[in-house]
């Protein structure tokens, strides 16, 4: 029941989401976690690109692409065509690897920053893995201040119990529902006239690969 698969699909806005962190801190896990209501398998993953999904928050018709990465964040190599356009950016660490917490803040952070290109662009802070509680390295504490410093939601959750993985994806949304110019962005009806309007596409004689 309630399938979000399929065409028929209506929503009343689109959004980009992006998980971003460190390699092993569970992006890809929490995306499964998200998508299908039970998690039997947590093998390490290798990236999904993206996944959509479809959730009705606050009175809305959500249509969520969630974007993971397939690995590259190992490379530091994220480019800026991974942000471009987001409206949601999920900051993953891990609580029981104390420099996965320190990544965020030295590379991270910095990098959205740079490339994203909505300025009001909603951001979460995520700690995950807290059914690992005997192993933790980073506290509460620590997470709620660098979220406040550096002005973003939080929450601690566990992609293996699913514990919080669904509210850190609504609370997001929610957030973006709050702000104007990422529900214009966002919109299914401004999508829609926006590909009415385009104009007939002609490809170059040389078969250029850029448009
Ligand atoms: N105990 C525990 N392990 C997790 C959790 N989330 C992910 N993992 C494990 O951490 C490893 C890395 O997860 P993965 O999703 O591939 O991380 P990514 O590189 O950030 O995408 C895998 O072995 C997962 O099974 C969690 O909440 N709790
Ligand atoms: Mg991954």
Redesign the pocket.
């Known amino acids: 029941m309630g399938s979000s698969a399929g065409s028929g699909n209506s929503y009343d806005y689109s959004f980009k989401i992006l ?1 971003i ?13 998200f998508i299908s209501s039970h998690v039997d398998d ?4 290798i ?1 999904v690109d993206f996944k959509i999904k479809h959730l009705t928050v606050g009175g809305k018709k959500l249509k969520l692409t969630i974007w ?2 397939a ?1 590259q ?1 190992r490379f530091r190599t994220l480019t800026s065509s991974y942000y471009r356009g987001a409206q949601g950016i999920i900051l ?1 660490y ?1 609580v029981t690897r104390r420099e996965t917490f320190a990544n965020l803040a030295d590379v991270w952070a910095k990098e959205v920053d740079l490339y994203s290109t909505n300025q009001d662009c909603i951001k979460m802070l995520v700690g ?5 509680e005997t192993e933790r390295m980073v506290t509460r504490e620590e997470g709620i201040a660098f979220a406040q410093e550096y002005g973003c939601l939080f929450l601690e ?5 699913r514990a919080n993985v669904e509210k850190c994806f609504e609370e997001l949304a929610l957030k973006i529902l709050e702000v104007p110019s990422l529900l214009e962005e966002g919109s299914a009806t401004v999508k829609r006239n926006i590909l009415k309007q385009k104009p007939e596409y002609h490809a170059s004689p040389g078969g250029g690969c850029c448009s």
Request: aromatic share 0%; hydrophobic share 30%; glycine share 14%.
């Open positions: 998980l962190g460190d390699s092993g801190v569970g992006k890809s896990s929490l995306l499964v976690s947590l093998a390490p993953t990236g993971d990465t690995g964040e993953v891990d995950n893995k807290v059914d690992k959750c566990s992609a293996k119990t």
